[in-house]
């Protein structure tokens, strides 16, 4: 069953209602992610109750989709049965994202409620940096013995399979080291009597346990797998992550540099959710800088005033000139930010993007002239009879070239620039580049004006 506005409007009749048993029968047919959406969507008052009667098999897996506020909201409400079933039904990577956005006393909480074996592993986990592949990986998975056959193998994944995350993909070891992978499939295919040692695959790509998550999620994409070994740096096999987290991992990323290119503080909370003194604080920030580095354009202006007296119709001018210069390095840089988090650019290849972007700077350079001369002449002489003169046709076109020609430089350089010296290449994109290029064009055009128009 779909998740829909129309069915969200059905199932809150029901809250109101008190039509209790009807809400229970329809949750028990969603998704626990689209169950989840209900929930984020109802008023507080009404979550506790209504989560209460969600079946037991479903009530942990939508609780981990849940968003933090409802969960903690939860989490305040049950007893420490109801607390302990929760946390048990749920898999150990999905606690610790919710311990991970809990404030300290619902954490203590957590940790005194779950049984003694769960507490260990969850403190195990807890201890990895934030961005560590460690912090979202699971503890659970299946290992298998090497010596031990597909039979057997089976039986042990019927036994543990219930409590893992995938059984997809099982890990051979030996003394806890990984020595290998084997699919279902694999074994589904093989003799009963044939030994897991004979076919497993021993080329096992696996990640750091302290190794950065972004660079773990890349590694999806790289070898094309569902779940990736976690192993310590004597090679043994200390978790797993799934490909579910992986994809979390490649959202947050990338919605955090899509919010640093927009000039806005990175924050993880939903913008429905983001009270408008949260969003404030996120943007105002960088709206001050770019406000005050806004001075020297206009320290500029003035610098030139004579020019702009002597020839007025050169200021209708600025605005264009500004703009597509900002549009010119914005394209650029965004194109060099992504070529750089995909790991297409590297370091060494700042020649080759340079030389790259001035063949395209040129070529855009010489087309918006030549379109901006004709432009000239035909809609704002012609057509509004501006007046505007040839020479001051000139200069507005050739300025164009050279602005096009700046900002692509410094669009494309720029972001290199800052993971050169260890900053998010994200924060050098189009607000700050174009900042930068608004007072290189100002600077260009009275340059050219002040040589051409004095001819």
Same mark, same amino acid.
Request: overall charge negative.
């Given at each position: 069953?779909?998740?829909?506005?129309?069915?969200?409007?059905?199932?809150y009749?029901?809250?109101e209602t008190?039509?209790l048993?009807?809400?229970?029968?329809?949750?028990?047919?969603?998704n626990?992610?689209?169950?989840?959406?209900?929930?984020?969507?109802?008023e507080?008052?009404?979550?506790?109750?209504?989560?209460?009667?969600?079946?037991?098999?479903l009530?942990?897996?939508t609780?981990?989709?849940?968003?933090?506020?409802?969960?903690?909201?939860l989490?305040?409400s049950?007893?420490?049965?109801e607390?302990?079933?929760?946390?048990?039904?749920?898999?150990?990577?999905?606690?610790?994202?919710?311990?991970?956005?809990?404030?300290a006393?619902v954490?203590?909480?957590?940790?005194?409620?779950?049984?003694?074996?769960?507490?260990?592993?969850?403190?195990?986990?807890?201890?990895?940096?934030?961005d560590?592949?460690?912090s979202?990986?699971?503890?659970e998975?299946?290992?298998?013995?090497?010596?031990?056959?597909?039979?057997?193998a089976?039986?042990?994944?019927?036994r543990?399979?219930?409590?893992?995350?995938?059984?997809?993909?099982?890990?051979?070891?030996?003394k806890?080291?990984?020595?290998?992978?084997?699919?279902v499939?694999?074994? @589904? =295919?093989?003799?009963?009597?044939?030994s897991? !040692?004979? /076919?497993?695959? *021993?080329?096992?790509? +696996?990640?750091? $346990?302290y190794e950065?998550?972004e660079?773990?999620?890349?590694?999806?994409?790289?070898?094309?797998?569902?779940?990736?070994?976690v192993?310590d740096?004597?090679?043994?096999?200390v978790?797993?992550?799934?490909?579910?987290?992986?994809?979390d991992?490649?959202?947050?990323?990338?919605t955090e540099?899509?919010?640093?290119?927009?000039a806005?503080?990175?924050?993880?909370?939903p913008?429905?959710?983001?009270?408008?003194?949260?969003?404030?604080?996120?943007?105002?920030?960088?709206?001050? @800088? =770019?406000?005050?580095?806004?001075?020297f354009? !206009?320290? /500029?202006?003035? *610098?030139?005033?004579d +020019?702009?007296? $002597?020839?007025?119709?050169?200021?209708?001018?600025?605005?264009m000139?500004?703009?597509?210069?900002g549009?010119?390095?914005?394209?650029?840089?965004?194109t060099v930010?992504r070529?750089?988090?995909?790991?297409?650019?590297?370091m060494?290849?700042?020649?080759?993007?340079?030389?790259?972007e001035?063949?395209?700077?040129?070529?855009?350079?010489?087309?918006?002239?030549?379109?901006n001369?004709?432009?000239?002449?035909v809609?704002?002489n012609?057509i509004?009879?501006?007046?505007?003169?040839t =020479?001051?046709?000139?200069?507005?076109?050739?300025t164009?070239?050279?602005v096009?020609?700046?900002?692509?430089?410094i669009?494309s350089?720029?972001?290199?620039?800052?993971?050169?010296?260890?900053?998010?290449?994200?924060v050098?994109a189009?607000?700050?580049?174009?900042?930068?290029?608004?007072?290189?064009?100002?600077?260009?055009?009275?340059?050219?004006?002040?040589?051409?128009?004095?001819i």
């Open positions: 069953m779909e998740f829909t506005n129309e069915l969200f409007d059905e199932l009749e029901f809250v008190k039509q048993k009807k809400l229970r029968e329809i949750l028990s047919e969603l626990p992610a689209d169950a989840a959406l209900f929930f984020d969507r109802l507080e008052k009404n979550i506790p109750i209504v989560f209460r009667i969600l079946p037991k098999d009530a942990g897996e609780f981990s989709y849940m968003d933090p506020e409802s969960q903690e909201l989490i305040r049950f007893n420490d049965n607390l302990r079933q929760i946390i048990n039904d749920m898999y150990l990577d999905d606690v610790v994202d919710v311990i991970e956005e809990m404030p006393n954490v203590a909480r957590i940790l005194q409620t779950a049984n003694q074996n769960t507490r260990q592993q969850l403190n195990e986990l807890l201890k990895y940096p934030e560590s592949a460690g979202i990986m699971t503890v998975y299946v290992s298998l013995n090497k010596n031990k056959t597909v039979a057997e089976f039986q042990k994944i019927r543990e399979g219930i409590d893992k995350e995938t059984v997809y993909t099982c890990y051979v070891t030996e806890r080291k990984l020595i290998g992978t084997v699919s499939k694999d074994l @589904l =295919l093989a003799d009963e009597e044939e897991v !040692g004979n /076919i497993m695959v *021993s080329n096992v790509p +696996a990640v750091d $346990a950065d998550k660079e773990v999620a890349k590694a999806f994409s790289k070898y094309d797998v569902l779940a990736l070994p192993v740096k004597d090679g043994r096999i978790g797993i992550v799934t490909v579910d987290d992986a994809i991992v490649i959202e947050e990323e990338a540099d899509i919010e640093k290119i927009a806005i503080t990175p924050s993880d909370r913008y429905l959710k983001s009270s408008a003194a949260s969003l404030w604080l996120q943007r105002i920030p960088w709206l001050v @800088l =770019l406000m005050v580095s806004a001075t354009t !206009g320290a /500029i202006i003035t *610098s030139f005033e +020019a702009l007296q $002597a020839f007025p119709a050169l200021i209708a001018f600025i605005p000139l500004m703009g597509t210069g549009n010119a390095g914005g394209q650029a840089s965004v930010i070529g750089l988090a995909l790991e297409e650019i590297r060494g290849d700042v020649f080759k993007v340079l030389w790259k001035i063949r395209v700077s040129v070529m855009c350079g010489v087309v918006l002239a030549v379109l001369f004709i432009k000239i002449i809609v704002d012609l509004f009879g501006s007046g505007i003169t =020479l001051e046709n000139l200069t507005v076109s050739l164009l070239v050279v096009v020609f700046s900002a692509k430089v669009g350089t720029l972001p290199i620039g800052a993971k050169r010296i260890g900053l998010d290449p994200a050098m189009s607000p700050l580049i174009t900042t930068v290029v608004d007072a290189i064009s100002l600077i260009v055009y009275f340059a050219i004006a002040t040589q051409v128009l004095t």
